[in-house]
């Protein structure tokens, strides 16, 4: 005898519901269940404890750089941090996965659990430091830089947070950090671990292994040619125990750190404080540099012996193209609709373009007035970012 029972569940369950589970101790999922089952609660109002403080941040794929736009592609990496006591992941994906362009843009939930309010923000900020994500951008830089400010930290905040100290749009430079120099000293430790690493395989030129680099040079690459030199001393390095004190100007940094080169979350101690960081070596401005990221904050930067960095000083600055006659696209999607011709005359702020992804319609506007030249993408062509959609005549 087989019987079939269909349960209607609450649909208003909200994507917060861990934050309440949390700090009640209750699985809401299973108690809807039940309830649907014809179950009574096991409890009253009264019996619902609460404790601690819980926040979650919602993991998206869109570029806070960009206005938030959606990113879909590959997960390339995609290693959540680990689920100690107080710290939960909820998600439906995995490395390799893709994000495509049909769905909302969050990928998972990250949800902490602490004694109070500032226990909690801390452990966000070191859960969010360990969420590693290639192939799409994602709203971590932004999460974090949120966390940081003053005005969330002391509960001052409403739903106009957002639209009141970031009107012109999120950006890097507004991401804050109580010792940027961090970073620095961290690109030296992994420059000085790597080369160590080099030193000790067999085959090397002779002297090779003997050129210790106390002595470094750390520039961290900004736009165009405003690079940041940075003169860092080694004082000791212990290959044995994965220590290194360096020293940057008059801040002296003791790191300690197990985690091996290519490891893209690097855990470890900084003058015997612990900590999380996302160190890659090879980055987009040159496959020699070494991208780190700290608590939103992110840099790319080259480790140099000291002449080397003059001779960087000696390079010219090649500046990029001028794409000022170009609409290009914002972000991946679909080119839903094209609203002009070639040969058309446009003023600013009409509109030219139709973009689709995630459940959301960008519509691209003029600049400024100008004549449509060139058609150079199909409505209903998967547009990459910064991909041309079209030309305005010179």
């Known amino acids: 005898d087989q019987r079939f029972y269909f349960l209607e569940m609450n649909t208003r369950l909200q994507v ?51 206005n938030f736009l959606p990113s879909t592609g590959r997960l390339v990496s995609f290693r ?39 226990e909690a923000i801390e452990k966000m900020r070191e859960a969010l430091n360990g969420f590693v994500i290639r192939g799409v951008a994602s709203n971590i830089p ?21 639209a009141e100290h970031y009107p012109t749009g999120f950006s890097a430079r507004e991401v804050p950090h109580d010792d940027p120099l961090f970073l620095v000293a961290l690109a030296a430790y992994v420059r000085r671990k790597a080369r160590e690493r080099s030193a000790g395989i067999s085959g090397q030129l002779p002297g090779h292994g003997a050129l210790s680099l106390p002595d ?8 165009g040619a405003a690079h940041v030199h940075h003169a860092v001393h080694i004082e000791e390095f212990d290959a044995d125990a994965d220590s290194a004190t360096v020293l940057i100007g ?13 490891e893209l979350r690097m855990e470890g101690t ?40 003059e001779l960087l000083k000696l390079m010219p600055h090649k500046p990029p193209p001028d794409l000022s ?20 005359k446009v003023l600013a702020g009409e509109k030219l373009a139709v973009i689709e992804a995630m459940k959301m319609e960008n519509i691209l506007t003029a600049a400024t007035d100008g004549v449509v030249g060139e058609l150079l993408a199909r409505k209903g062509e998967s547009l990459a970012v910064d991909q041309p959609i079209l030309s305005f005549a010179r």
Request: with cysteine; proline share 9%.
């Open 16 to 66: 917060e519901h861990p934050v309440t589970e949390c700090i009640t101790g209750l699985d809401l999922v299973e108690l809807m269940i039940r309830v649907a089952a014809g179950e009574s609660l096991p409890f009253t109002q009264e019996q619902i404890p609460r404790n601690g403080w819980a926040i979650e941040c919602r993991i998206n794929a869109e570029d806070p750089l960009r």
């Open 80 to 118: 959540p941090p680990p689920e100690l006591e107080g710290v939960r992941v909820d998600t439906g994906v995995g490395e390799g996965g893709e994000i495509p362009m049909h769905y909302d843009s969050m990928i998972a939930k990250l949800i902490v659990h602490g004694r109070d309010r500032n």
């Open 142 to 162: 932004f999460q974090s830089a949120l966390l940081a400010h003053p005005k969330f930290v002391a509960g001052d905040f409403t739903t106009g947070f957002i």
């Open 216 to 223: 470094l040079v750390v520039v961290v690459l900004g736009p």
């Open 250 to 262: 008059k801040r002296r940094y003791v790191l300690r750190s197990a985690t091996q080169p290519g």
């Open 270 to 309: 900084c003058n015997g404080h612990p900590f999380t960081a996302q160190v890659e070596r090879g980055g987009a401005k040159n496959p020699l540099s070494i991208r780190v990221a700290h608590n939103g904050l992110q840099i790319e930067a080259l480790a140099l012996l000291p002449r080397a960095a």
């Open 325 to 344: 006659r170009f609409l290009l696209s914002p972000m991946p999607g679909l080119l839903a609709d094209i609203r002009v011709q070639p040969g058309q």
